[in-house]
């Protein structure tokens, strides 16, 4: 394929991470600028010299209580995804991996558990860790992980209530959801394969003795060691044979007509290429192709990516148009723009834009697009932007955020029409409309117009009023 | 149905839905045709603002309101309403049933039904069910259930009669408000409250507001100085045109445009400060506040979670109930006399739970209760429990439905909102006997109310065909 243009690279550096134009040259998007495209994507997928990820202090704190400890992984998790990079990471100061913090953003929607009802920061940093350290690899590994291994397991055990489950009482709420949501998709399994499922997670169990970590402990005169017919297939199934038949299994399933693997691998292939590219229903001709390369692959995670991401359609206008950010991605569109951290912009009401990480609204996780177009959420973005970039930044610490010198090299004075791109250019936006250019420089002009100093001077507080204009336009939602 | 599908039901506005409609949907919808599109965006920007001269924001002395609220998680409809005389419920719920009024901490309230009482935490509904101001509708449900949260919310919210016709691109209730004046430019003609808009308050034409439980400097709110009145227009500017950037980027626009309307509008109801800890009671006191403040909204959503109490159901359910019972009694609480007959509460969830208990909790189950609250409904019992004899429950040792949830949609509709619930619902449903006196007619015995504030200005709705 022929190098990649500015925008098409911009555009794989936004949807495989954050976005790589900020930050003075040379920057990821510079360096991705004119590179052959499978080596640009070969540069993302590499975890070389990834940051480990230690939690915070605060989180280890005895002394916190639980949903500090949550709030103190928020922040930590932001600083991740707001200074990691692809290019110019060094053995000796590594930075985050911009692909491995946007596939745990992903996996948390798709194993969702909530602290609202886990209520234990270790079981969520666990799984979190579970999600970045596993989630590149192979899906079968993952979830299986997720749903039975110490210190990754007990979240989900938790939050969908298979630790009271047990051979006399079998609880269905695990085996329904790893059917629905995690692996084949609904309507692809009845009733009576919910019930085999659910006898199946007898016994996998939160540590009754174990009061002050709670973790993980398979009882087995808690299991329900008889035969049960899961997928029209008649064995002695258990919790970790059951997430292999959903991922890997091939044997035809009466329901679908196809192996539980087709299933499995359409579904997921399909909600990743949406939540990277853009949203495509089933019967798309990508899904199936996508699934049968990853089977091909033994679904491993990063060769779904790698196929994705050199497909012609992730490079289409129907991709660039695709999709909005989810106020995470907004909020840390922001932090790179600015160079603020999460510390000097705290996103206090992310539960009010839509998305608080570590609370997803149900085991759904969250949706996309339109889910954050209500006018509420979309009201506490523009506050987001107006408390912490309109008001108040020049009270925060440095750096000093978007004072002209530091922010557009020093030429001085500019027109509108220049200050206008510069800023543009400076919050990563490589494609403006000409109907949002022209908005926002007859805006400027009119503020220099009514200004009482005649030389119009480009004080901060244009500056800000400016960068506020940038981050609610059109343009800066796009994903 | 695709997964696609799926994804798309619930709490989410659909891919094609009003927001992401394209400007030629939106103007052919109104009527306008692809002619005004031509014209291009100055004609554009006009028709925009003639729609704004639609948008009567207030209602009539007689216009009836509703208040949803949906309990998130598949309410408990035998440990709500409960059936504690039925020898079938003790056996099925060992560890989690409630008993005879009056015998003791696990007493169901007395409703003066026979075998019948309100769970314990009810305690002020009950008092409400004595004045008569609360039918409880029995086994409501859908056939065939199939049990998973987000199929049984989408049929909920989507309320068509048979297999949704455009794959759950709208709901029941907004295809109700697209029968409004205004519709396609009121926002306020619908309120969700909460982050986002849930698929029933989207209609072809109608989109329903957003609203946070509280706002305090939010954006646009002030406008005291030219130049944030001129960031605010420059913001809300960049509706009057296409974006060029499709669905999303026109969507968000149009989004924005909203927000910055509503700034003005909705200032009012958020003068005091709200901050109950029950978010619940937050979401209720608001809307009554919108209600007193007059400004037009027929039907708001609001939403209380954690009903999947698939363990530990006893004190998870009782916290819930009892939120449910302040937010009722909050509502009532701040919602002003002289709207006290125009209001209906009707609660709603996707499923009730599995009879028998799994220990401690419950799994999925299919029939539940709804509440129907207010002055003018006909208290009582409606409908027709289910059956919990062995050879009453379906094949999953499930409740059979005995009512059709549109049945009540549709009661909604024709008695209380008083339109024709059949385009809008797809089919024919007949009345349940719920509501007792259209809106605003006072109960019999009581007082002339107070007359409406002078302050509000109300004129009256013209109707306006269905696009």
């Not at chain 1, 299933?263 to 192709?289: E, G, H, M």
């Not at chain 1, 610490?397 to 509108?416: C, E, H, I, N, R």
């Not at chain 2, 409880?136 to 449900?141: K, M, S």
């Not at chain 2, 937050?282 to 007059?294: D, E, K, P, S």
Request: aromatic share 10%.
């Amino acid at each position: 394929m022929a190098p990649l243009s500015a925008q098409d690279a911009a555009h794989l550096l936004r949807r495989s991470g954050f976005g790589g134009g900020w930050g003075a040259a040379p920057n990821d998007l510079t360096a991705f600028t004119g590179m052959e495209l499978t080596d640009a994507v070969e540069l993302v997928l590499s975890p070389a010299n990834v940051a480990a990820d230690p939690p915070p202090a605060e989180y280890a704190d005895p002394n916190k209580g639980d949903w500090e400890r949550v709030w103190a992984l928020t922040g930590w998790w932001f600083e991740r995804m707001r200074t990691g990079r692809v290019t110019g990471r060094t053995a000796g100061a590594p930075q985050a991996s911009p692909l491995q913090e946007k596939m745990t953003l992903f996996w948390h929607g798709h194993f969702a558990s909530s602290e609202d009802k886990v209520n234990n920061a270790t079981h969520m940093y666990d799984q979190h860790h579970a999600f970045r350290s596993l989630g590149l690899g192979n899906f079968q590994d993952l979830a299986l992980a997720i749903t039975t291994a110490p210190q990754a397991c007990e979240a989900m055990l938790r939050y969908l209530d298979n630790d009271p489950n047990e051979k006399e009482n079998p609880n269905e709420n695990l085996s329904r959801e790893l059917m629905e949501l995690f692996t084949m998709g609904v309507n692809n399994y009845t009733q009576d394969d919910v019930t085999a499922g659910a006898r199946a997670w007898t016994g996998y169990n939160i540590d009754d003795t174990d009061t002050g970590n709670h973790t993980f402990r398979y009882y087995p005169e808690r299991h329900d060691t008889g035969m049960k017919t899961l997928l029209g297939v008649t064995a002695a199934w258990d919790g970790p044979g059951m997430v292999r038949h959903l991922c890997t299994g091939t044997t035809v399933n009466p329901v679908t007509n196809e192996a539980p693997t087709v299933t499995t691998s359409k579904y997921v292939a399909r909600k990743i290429w949406s939540f990277l590219a853009y949203p495509i229903p089933s019967t798309d001709p990508l899904v199936a192709s996508l699934a049968a390369n990853w089977r091909t692959n033994g679904l491993n995670v990063t060769a779904l990516l790698r196929d994705v991401f050199t497909r012609p359609e992730f490079y289409s206008t129907t991709a660039k148009h695709g999709l909005l950010r989810s106020p995470v991605e907004f909020v840390v569109a922001i932090l790179r723009s600015t160079g603020l951290a999460i510390d000097q912009a705290i996103p206090w009401d992310l539960g009010e834009m839509g998305q608080q990480p570590f609370y997803p609204p149900n085991v759904a996780g969250w949706k996309q697009n339109g889910y954050w177009l209500s006018t509420s959420a979309a009201w506490y973005r523009a506050n987001y932007v107006q408390n912490n970039v309109r008001w108040g930044v020049n009270d925060r610490p440095a750096p000093k955020f978007l004072s002209w010198t530091g922010w557009v090299g020093g030429t001085y004075p500019m027109t509108p029409a220049q200050a206008v791109d510069s800023a543009f250019a400076t919050c990563g936006v490589t494609e403006v409309s000409a109907g949002t250019r022209t908005r926002v420089v007859d805006w400027l002009t009119a503020q220099r117009a009514a200004s009482n100093s005649p030389a119009f001077e480009w004080r901060d507080w244009q500056w800000l009023n400016l960068a506020t204009n940038v981050f609610l336009s059109p343009e800066f939602q796009l994903a | 149905m695709t997964e696609a599908e799926a994804a798309l039901r619930n709490l989410s506005i659909p891919a094609g839905g009003p927001n992401g409609m394209s400007r030629r949907t939106f103007l052919q919808a109104l009527g306008l045709g692809a002619g005004a599109m031509g014209a291009g965006a100055a004609i554009g920007s006009n028709v925009l603002e003639r729609l704004e001269a639609f948008g009567v924001s207030s209602t009539t002395a007689n216009d009836g309101i509703l208040v949803l609220v949906m309990l998130d998680g598949g309410n408990d409809g035998l440990n709500t309403v409960i059936p504690y005389a039925d020898a079938n419920y003790r056996t099925l719920r060992p560890s989690i049933r409630y008993d005879a009024p009056g015998t003791g901490a696990n007493a169901a309230l007395d409703i003066g039904v026979a075998g019948f009482g309100l769970h314990p935490s009810l305690v002020q509904l009950r008092q409400r069910y004595a004045q008569g101001q609360v039918a409880i509708v029995n086994g409501v449900g859908y056939q065939p259930p199939d049990m998973s949260h987000f199929s049984w919310m989408g049929y909920w919210m989507n309320g068509w009669s048979t297999a949704p016709p455009n794959s759950y691109a709208n709901g029941w209730v907004g295809r109700y408000l697209d029968t409004l004046a205004g519709a396609a430019s009121d926002e306020l003609l619908g309120v969700c409250v909460g982050q986002t808009v849930p698929l029933h308050m989207v209609g072809s034409v109608a989109r329903a507001a957003g609203l946070p439980t509280s706002l305090s400097d939010a954006f646009g709110m002030d406008r005291s100085t030219t130049s944030d009145v001129r960031l605010f227009d420059t913001i809300a500017g960049y509706s009057t045109a296409s974006t060029g950037l499709d669905q999303w980027g026109d969507s968000y626009a149009r989004t924005m445009k909203g927000v910055l309307d509503l700034a003005t509008r909705v200032k009012p109801a958020y003068a005091q400060p709200n901050d109950s800890n029950d978010d619940i009671v937050r979401q209720l006191t608001l809307v009554a506040r919108l209600i007193n403040a007059g400004l037009g909204t027929r039907v708001f959503h609001t939403h209380l979670g954690g009903f999947d109490t698939h363990a530990d159901q006893r004190p998870q359910h009782a916290d819930l109930m009892g939120a449910f019972d302040r937010g009722i009694a909050a509502f009532y609480a701040t919602l002003q006399a002289q709207f006290q007959n125009n209001v209906t509460i009707l609660t709603f969830s996707e499923f009730g739970r599995r009879p028998e208990e799994n220990q401690a909790g419950t799994d999925h189950g299919t029939a539940s209760v709804n509440f129907v609250i207010g002055t003018n409904v006909k208290g009582g019992m409606h409908g027709t429990p289910p059956g919990l004899a062995p050879a009453k429950l379906d094949r999953n040792r499930n409740l059979v439905s005995t009512v059709d949830f549109r049945t009540v949609y549709a009661t909604m509709l024709r008695d209380w909102l008083q339109v024709d619930p059949l385009p809008i619902l797809g089919g024919q449903y007949p009345s349940m006997d719920l509501i007792a006196r259209a809106p605003n007619v006072d109960p019999p015995g009581t007082s002339v109310p107070p007359p409406r504030g002078a302050t509000v200005h109300r004129a009256r709705r013209t109707r306006v065909k269905t696009p």
